[in-house]
Antibody, heavy 123, light 108 residues
């Protein structure tokens, strides 16, 4: 069964750090695009970061320079290292597998999602 | 522009048809994908590409696109379709994802 399970969320003080993990089963993380998406309480979905199968990484402006996406191929696990955390980073963080399709029109879609892990930044 | 704009709320009578739209410049270059999210749950993919449904998604869900607007249509809305719906695409660089603000669908 194709599955993603996030962990590592919790309560952290402003300025602190946290590392989120996303363990995959049923497919290979390194062969896919993998994304992090977050949702602040009562708000909509916000794209955070993506790592391509080739290793390139991209970030939303709101987290660039503070968050780092990575993967461990031996553990088939995706990570999000979050530093210099702010109150506005409080959210449920989801990892998702992203499929990229090239053609006349390019398109991308996230077909597998984890259940999410909650990060609360507060003193 | 990297923004996708959705109406915040839409309502539909049980069994009727409703269209949820998503506007943005990037939709001239990329098809949108659509996600359904119910309270306390993770998003679920309902439409991707030109008009593709993942396995398990009812055929009352369909998608279309014209110019800078993508649409999700539910033909014969059911009570269980009441949820938040989000569109997603890429920005003009093609390397950053972007979500619409979401549309809360109420089935009356």
């Amino acid at each position: 069964e194709v599955q993603l399970v996030e962990s590592g969320g919790g309560l952290v003080q402003p300025g602190g750090s946290l590392r989120l993990s996303c363990a995959a089963s049923g497919f290979t993380v390194s062969s896919n695009y993998m994304s992090w998406v977050r949702q602040a309480p009562g708000k909509g979905l916000e794209w955070v970061s993506v790592i391509y199968s080739g290793g390139s990484t991209y970030y939303a402006d709101s987290v660039k320079g503070r968050f780092t996406i990575s993967r461990d191929n031996s553990k088939n696990t995706l990570y999000l290292q979050m530093n210099s955390l702010r109150a506005e980073d409080t959210a449920v963080y989801y990892c998702a597998r992203e499929i990229a399709v090239a053609g006349i029109y390019y398109y991308y879609y996230m077909d597998v999602w984890g259940k999410g892990t909650t990060v609360t930044v507060s003193s | 522009s990297s923004e996708l704009t959705q109406d915040p709320a839409v309502s539909v009578a049980l069994g009727q048809t409703v269209r949820i739209t998503c506007q943005g410049d990037s939709l001239r270059s990329y098809y949108a994908s659509w996600y359904q999210q119910k309270p306390g749950q993770a998003p679920v993919l309902v439409i991707y590409g030109k008009n593709n449904r993942p396995s398990g998604i009812p055929d009352r869900f369909s998608g279309s696109s014209s110019g800078n607007t993508a649409s999700l249509t539910i033909t014969g809305a059911q009570a269980e379709d009441e949820a938040d719906y989000y569109c997603n695409s890429r920005d003009s660089s093609g390397n950053h994802g972007v979500f619409g603000g979401g549309t809360k669908l109420t089935v009356l």
